[in-house]
C-alpha cells in the first residue's frame, strides 16, 4: 500500500490509455453537459470546436478513471480529494482521440486538523494521440498517513 | 439571447435543483471514480464520508447539468469555457441529497485573441437541501460578443 508518506516531490509518472468514444461522448453529453456543439457535428462548425467535441467535464471523468486504474496498480492509500487548481481545457477532446496522464508531485504537507491524513498536490497533464496536451490541472489529494 | 455585453460583475443568480440517487452515485462512480468509498457504504465507513458518498466529479457533472439548463431558460450565448480555478468538494454528497446552484459574476473580460468572445469568471456554490455549501469553484466561461 502507498502512504503519504511514500510520495516525493519531483516524483513523475505516465499511465493512462483511454479512447473516447462518440458513443461516451454523446452519452455524458445528453446527461450532463448538453450544449450543441458536445451534441451536434453542424452546431459544432459553427464554434472554434469544428466538430463534436467531449464535455470538459467528461475529460475529467475520464482523466479519473485513468487515475484510478492506476492507483489500483499502486493500492494507494486514497481518503478523497480536497480540490482542484488551475484546471484548463487546453484543446478540444474529439471522439476517435485517445488520452493518457502525466503527473508530477508539487508538494507534500500533513493535515493540521486530521493527523491520520496528507495532502499530495500534483499537475496532471492529460494528452491525445498527437501528443498535444489537452487539458491540465492542479490536484489535492487526500493519502492516508502510516500507522505503523 | 444573453451575450457577453449583457452580463454584469456582481450580478447573482439563484437555480436548479438536482435529486441525487443511489442508483446514478454508483453509475458514474463504476464508470468513472471506483474508489471504494463511492461503491461500497462498507468501505466508506472506514474513512470520513461514512457512507457512500458521490465523486467530486460526479458533483461537478451534476452541477453543470444544472447550469446547463438554467442557460437555456436564458438563451446563453455559450462558446464553451476556458478552465476552471479554485475547485473545492467542502463536503460529501449523499444519495437522497437535493443539490442547487448560486453564481456571482466576478469579473468580464474580452478576449484579445479572439475578438468574436469575451471571458466571465463567475464564481459558483453549489449547496444541499440543509443549506451547506457542498461544492465551490471559480468557472472561466466563454460567451460570443454581440456581432450587431
Request: glycine share 6%; aromatic share 10%.
Amino acid at each position: 500500500m502507498k502512504y503519504f508518506e511514500d510520495f516525493a516531490v519531483g516524483e513523475r509518472e505516465q499511465f493512462g490509455s483511454y479512447s473516447v468514444t462518440a458513443e461516451e461522448v454523446a452519452e455524458f453529453a445528453g446527461k450532463y453537459d448538453p450544449q450543441p456543439f458536445h451534441l451536434s457535428d453542424e452546431a459544432a462548425a459553427k464554434t472554434h470546436f469544428g466538430r463534436i467535441a467531449a464535455s470538459g467535464w467528461h475529460t475529467c471523468s475520464m482523466t479519473m478513471a485513468m487515475l484510478v486504474a492506476h492507483m489500483k496498480d499502486d493500492a494507494l492509500a486514497s481518503r478523497g480529494a480536497a480540490g482542484i487548481d488551475e484546471l484548463r481545457w487546453l484543446k478540444p477532446v474529439y471522439p476517435g482521440d485517445t488520452l493518457r496522464c502525466e503527473t508530477a508531485v508539487l508538494e507534500l504537507r500533513p493535515s493540521r486538523s486530521r493527523p491520520d491524513i496528507g495532502s499530495v498536490r500534483s499537475e496532471m497533464k492529460v494528452y491525445n494521440q498527437n501528443d498535444e496536451a489537452v487539458m491540465r490541472f492542479v490536484s489535492i489529494a487526500l493519502i492516508a498517513r502510516r500507522t505503523d
